[in-house]
Structures are given as C-alpha cells and as structure tokens.
C-alpha cells in the first residue's frame, strides 16, 4: 500500500493492486484497464483517475469485496 502525504492511505492504489492481483484490473505494460476502460499509463495516472472517477473506484471495490466473499466461501 501506499502512504501519501496529507492524504494517508492510497485507497486507489490498493484498488488498483488487489485488482490486477484478483484478474479484474489488466496491466499490459505500462497501461492499467478496468474492462473496456483504460486507467491510466503507470500507476500513478492510474491512482489519478479512480479518484476523479469515484463511482469506478466504487465498482473496482465492490468486485474486490465480491471475490473475496466468494473465495472465502470456497
């Protein structure tokens, strides 16, 4: 994860590697895409954008918490 100044905890940055880790972000690379949506070329433009899109960052969120209630029950 990452510490950023006056901000804390990157919650984008963690979106954004927990979904490349779980298959739902694709890194092909340098460039991060959600889907059809492309993120951003390097992490950081990638950060940029799910906080200026926050309703993406939100559904990024929701197929993270999806598949972590699905691999638990497993």
Not at 31 to 55: C, T, V, W
Request: negative net charge; glycine residues 10%; charged residues 20%.
């Amino acid at each position: 994860f990452d510490i950023m100044f006056d901000h804390g905890i990157s919650k984008e940055g963690n979106l954004i590697d927990l979904g490349v880790a779980l298959g739902l972000v694709t890194k092909t690379g340098a460039f991060f895409s959600y889907g059809d949506i492309r993120l951003g070329q390097g992490r950081e433009n990638a950060k940029q954008y799910l906080s200026q899109n926050p309703e993406l960052a939100q559904e990024i969120e929701q197929q993270i918490r999806a598949s972590a209630v699905t691999s638990h029950n497993l």
